[in-house]
């Protein structure tokens, strides 16, 4: 039989089984952040010198110079060509249908105009250049290039930078050519933390961006999270999850190959199937091990399921979305009759897939939606990644004459409440001055 906790929430230990299930954070990883800080340092004080030095350490790769990590738009046209054409017209399927879905995210600036004629609104304006992180050391996801790449396009980005690890000088043509297809600017392939430091510091051969996007391991992310502030990232991922809900109506394989398709991640994935029916349970676990058997990564799937992953039996549907909504999954299945009954019911996910024919699969590569997207619970106040991740908003204001001698007292009393005397004496200079100037 597979080892995978199964918990049930009628047992009085259940509250604390689970929460044991959910636990981790890199921030409390000491030796990830002093590796991650040194990394950050080198680059800042040494620039492409200490890029290259870390690629050697941890990607295996020795180069003398920058230029023999970069790619530009030819090598990616090349890598194209030299993929088959069933892989081409894979991923420019993919593409549009990625495309399609985010030209329905772009909005426009707006404005309206008070009761004083005053002008308010806002300005919607993309970013200049954006560099997206692209992982590559257990797998080549040529998906994550699309999905990160594209929106950015569609938002009106500048400029698009992606970093990539090549461990040992392997570069992955579908890799490559996603991006010739993704419209990617230049690439260069580094990765790990050596590779947001550079984005987010800029060295020689780097140029600084103003936003960093893509999943990574653990020292990707607590790099995003240590230079924050100094560049704007999509969000502070964890390990990919899936927690699928079930009421006995959908084939026990299929529910299987969901639980291993994000098990099958890393070690560190999370997957949970929910369900009040218990015989469906047995019969999941049961074909679980039976599919084991032939499964390719199966060790990495076993050692996921064995650390993170659960098989819950509850009192019904709505208490297993209950607990969807404690734990703001990164993916939520509703393999159950009617799920469109039970949407509104799910408050915090990620993603969320309707029904026995929409398996996240589909999410990962060509539903239209990015797949990066919220982890580790933070769907509860965070988003997938989308068009509006590249794009920022600047408050437009524009008073007449008579709105600002309406408006000026009341804000000129406010800033005296807050003891802040030049920003009153600014209000009031302009009654002062409209005193002597009536006219519109």
Known sequence: MTMIARLDTREASFDTDLDGLLEWDVSDDSEVLEIVRGVIAGIRAEGDKALLEFTRRFDGLSCSSMDELALDRGAFAAAFDRISGAERDALQSAAERIRSYHEHQLSAGWTFTDEYGNRLGQKVTALDRVGIYVPGGQANYPSTVLMTAIPARVAGVGEIIMTVPAPDGQRSDLVLAAAHIADVDRAFTVGGAQAVAALAIGTRSIAKVDKIVGPGGVFVTAAKRLVFGEVGIDMIAGP????????????????????????????????????????????????????????????????????????IRTRSIAEAIDIANRIAPEHVELCVEDPESWLDEIRHAGAIFLGAHSPEVMGDYVAGPSHVLPTYGSARFSSPLGVYDFQKRSSVIQMTKSGAEALARTSATLAHGEGLAAHAQAAEARVRHLGHNESD
Request: no cysteine; aromatic share 6%.
């Open 240 to 311: 990919s999850e899936v927690l699928v809900i079930a009421d006995g109506s959908t084939p026990v394989d299929w529910v299987v190959y969901d639980l291993f398709s994000q098990a099958e991640h890393d070690a560190a994935a999370r997957a949970m199937l929910l369900s009040p029916d218990e015989a469906f349970l047995d019969a999941v676990h049961t074909t679980m091990g039976n599919l084991l058997v032939d499964a390719p990564r199966r060790e990495i799937i076993e050692a996921s399921l064995a650390r993170r992953g659960a098989l």
